[in-house]
């Protein structure tokens, strides 16, 4: 008995030994290493789950609908549609400048007259005019004289216009059109010659006149138009292009 006692009790004391110095390392170590946060074991995913949550997403379509809402929710409002003329010719610029509207009148008329503004040499070769013309029995009506820098603007833009929608047939310029078409006719600008910029309207040396003369007098004597106007002190620079148009000559034109 006493024989098989003594080979255990040296296991008992060997083991007891060598257990001593690890559980102490395993003490301080634990005392010396910071602390750490536990992590949860990582469950293992197979292929069974898989399945399962295709199965529960196809059956619960719950969370796709709150997906559909949250994202009707934050998405971008719809882009406006801007309904855009496909006309290439830009509209006529608005006539802002109170002095040129004065002289643009309404619709139906073609303005306001100024021969106040007219230099006092043009203003005096006008009235010799039209006493001639009136003394020969013949009409004498002034269409336009001074004219402001924005109101001859306004004629050139009118013009260029015209002239670019003069062939075109498209649809969406149909309305630019007729508008260009109507403020032509109302100024009475001529189809072959553009309203100039620095002119004699807007120096006050020039005016437009209609006037008509009988063919004989009642000495049977010819009047000419340009004869009268020499006499009377302006002459028609481009009687072909523009007859209605009267120059000083004392200004030396």
Request: charge should be neutral; charged fraction near 25%.
């Amino acid at each position: 008995m006493a024989r098989l006692l003594w080979p255990m009790l040296a296991c008992i004391t060997v083991g007891t030994c060598f257990a001593g110095p690890a559980y102490v390392s395993t003490e301080n170590d634990k005392l010396n290493t910071p602390a750490q946060a536990e992590l949860a074991p990582e469950t293992p995913f197979s292929w069974l789950d898989e399945v399962w949550d295709y199965l529960m997403f196809r059956l619960n379509p719950l969370p796709v609908a709150e997906t559909l809402s949250l994202l009707d929710e934050f998405a971008p409002p719809p882009a406006k549609v801007v309904k855009t003329s496909l006309c290439i010719v830009e509209p006529l610029p608005p006539l802002n400048d109170p002095e040129a509207l004065q002289f643009e009148g309404d619709e139906e008329a073609s303005g306001m007259v100024d021969t106040l503004s007219l230099t006092p040499e043009t203003v005096t070769a006008l009235n010799r005019l039209q006493s001639s013309v009136t003394k020969f029995g013949g009409n004498f009506v002034v269409t336009s004289a001074y004219r402001p820098p924005a109101y001859q603007e306004h004629l050139q833009a009118v013009w260029d216009r015209w002239r670019l929608l003069q062939r075109n047939k498209s649809k969406a310029c149909q309305a630019l059109k007729e508008e260009v078409g109507a403020e032509f006719e109302k100024h009475q600008l001529l189809r072959r010659q553009r309203p100039v910029a620095f002119s004699d309207h807007t120096r006050g040396i020039g005016f437009d006149a209609r006037v008509l003369l009988p063919r004989r007098t009642k000495s049977r004597r010819r009047v000419s138009i340009d004869r009268l106007a020499r006499a009377a002190g302006v002459h028609r620079p481009d009687v072909r292009r523009d007859p209605v148009h009267f120059r000083l000559v004392a200004a030396g034109f």
